[in-house]
């Protein structure tokens, strides 16, 4: 998958440079939930019919972070693991516009005329939701409108399971929740959480429970305070483990800013200054207080020990 970084207005040599017949979904895509999985696989497969690229047309920053809305509190997929996603779903080109003000200020008819139909764009492809250019002043038939027919637009309806529309806010409010169960079926995947391991208190190694203190890359939307069960990818490796996601209030009191500490099960290498792709498969408790030190320790066992029976784990 190529991916091509753009910037409003598009100049004419970078449009000659990507113009081609090509299907291209439309759309913030932050999450890549299943929603937006059928958005996008519905343009692919198009795509393969017509025997043209297809390609993702998405922007970045999200223009809740660049309008400073005060419900935005973070990326559910931030960019690199956007790219990664898109790319195993078949994707040949993604388009990262950049997000700025000025860009938020463009009629819709000037985002169509100058970022769309220079690249010869014979479909778009768009949720059912989609919006478009100035306050939202673009929808589904203003954009069919100014393809002036040499742009065909196809709407995907929205994706429903067990009568629920499957949405970016809806997995949110989840993960925020410690329903870690929606929104795994709602994205279709483990939600994930993506750092470098850095020095942490280095006080899980003291009780018998050395953890990776987990340094996130990016911004991504915090999930509940908690212990949870974890799948981890380092380098080609699948490891196991159990995360705790919190303010250590057994140690602290008036942490305000959480710390994302990951035991591994039955490893013991160096991997500081090492990126980790922690995978959170279940939820297992919400973090608390521990009277004593030994309380805390055989909570910790027992999380492990629940953590490697959900996970099927063995040593």
């Not at 047309?57 to 559910?76: A, I, S």
């Not at 006080?203 to 999930?223: C, H, K, M, S």
């Not at 305000?256 to 160096?270: K, N, Q, R, W, Y």
Request: proline share 5%.
């Amino acid at each position: 998958m190529r991916t091509v970084t753009l910037s409003y207005p598009m100049p004419a040599e970078t449009a000659a440079q990507w113009a081609q017949p090509q299907v291209t979904a439309l759309g913030q895509f932050d999450g890549l939930h299943r929603g937006h999985a059928s958005v996008i696989t519905s343009a692919v497969a198009l795509a393969r019919k017509q025997g043209v690229p297809a390609a993702v047309m998405t922007f970045h920053p999200h223009p809740k972070d660049v309008m400073g809305k005060g419900d935005y509190d973070g990326y559910l997929t931030p960019a690199k693991d956007k790219q990664e996603l898109l790319a195993g779903m078949g994707v040949d080109i993604l388009y990262i516009i950049e997000f700025n003000e000025q860009l938020s200020r463009v009629s819709p008819q000037d985002f169509v005329s100058v970022m769309l139909l220079p690249l010869h764009i014979v479909t778009a492809v768009i949720g059912f939701d989609f919006r478009f250019g100035y306050m939202g002043e673009g929808d589904a038939d203003m954009l069919r409108e100014l393809g002036y027919g040499v742009m065909n637009v196809e709407t995907v309806p929205p994706f429903l399971l067990e009568g629920e529309k499957v949405s970016s806010s809806g997995i949110r409010k989840s993960l925020q929740n410690g329903d870690l169960t929606l929104a795994n079926a709602w994205f279709g995947r483990c939600y994930h959480l993506r750092g470098v391991v850095g020095h942490g208190e280095k006080r899980g190694r003291t009780i018998g429970f050395p953890t990776a203190n987990l340094q996130l890359e990016d911004r991504y939307v915090i999930p509940a305070k908690g212990v949870y069960a974890v799948r981890v990818f380092y380098k080609e490796d699948v490891l196991y483990g159990v995360m705790n996601v919190g303010v250590k209030p057994t140690f602290h009191e008036g942490m305000i800013a959480p710390s994302f500490e990951v035991h591994l099960f039955d490893f013991a290498g160096d991997i500081y200054e090492e990126e980790l792709k922690v995978e959170l498969v279940s939820f297992i408790r919400p973090e608390r207080k521990f009277e004593s030190i030994d309380a805390l320790i055989s909570q910790i066992a027992a999380d492990a020990e629940t953590a490697k029976e959900l996970l099927g784990y063995h040593s």
